[in-house]
């Protein structure tokens, strides 16, 4: 088989079992945890009461954490730097970079199973175009962003009622550019999470 057959075998098959998984999973389960939290994490929570939660920056009220214990995976694929976002020690978001034009849409066919079809909408900020898909379940509003310019894709959670007291463009700009501030240390045992389950 060539490689690109090889490619395109992965891909359907991968496709697959992601249909299965979600056809054979009660939904209602994920819609709620999203509206109550993220991945057993309630809205509101104060992150740095929580195990294994290392701060990273801080922006005026919005302080940002990782769990450099926890390995986040989306369909078998590590996502490195997941960051969690709090407003006055609140637990409000959650940024997660994309660094695959696969999982990219694997997350956006996902979303809109459980969610519905997105608003899309186009923005321009400094000469750079950007895809940005939003969706709101209940308190939350889940906002997947590709970067035309660039290519830089990213995935975000946001509890609106603390992320209205926030400037959330503000904020993800903030994330952006404090780039990878946060090394995980190979050596130390980490806990699996499957970004699917949200």
Request: proline share 3%; glycine share 6%; net charge positive.
């Amino acid at each position: 088989m060539e490689k690109n057959e090889v490619i395109v075998m992965r891909f359907i098959i991968r496709s697959m079992l992601l249909w299965l998984i979600f056809a054979l999973s009660p939904g209602t389960i994920y819609a709620e945890d999203v509206a109550d939290g993220f991945l057993g994490i309630k809205w509101e929570t104060n992150l740095s009461s929580l195990e294994g939660y290392v701060q990273l920056g801080k922006n005026g009220s919005v302080t940002y954490f990782t769990n450099p214990k926890v390995v986040h995976v989306i369909n078998d694929i590590k996502v490195p730097q997941v960051i969690y976002g709090t407003y006055s020690n609140k637990f409000f978001a959650v940024y997660i970079s994309i660094e695959s034009i696969d999982v990219y849409s694997q997350m956006k066919h996902y979303i809109t199973e459980k969610y519905g079809s997105p608003k899309l909408t186009m923005s321009m900020t400094q000469n750079t175009e950007q895809t940005i898909h939003i969706w709101k379940y209940k308190d939350t509003k889940i906002k997947l962003k590709l970067n035309n310019t660039d290519g830089k894709m990213k995935l975000a959670f946001y509890y609106t009622p603390l992320s209205v007291k926030v400037n959330e463009d503000l904020q993800e700009a903030f994330q952006e550019t404090s780039g990878h501030i946060f090394q995980i240390n190979k050596e130390r045992a980490v806990q699996t999470l499957d970004l699917m389950k949200f």
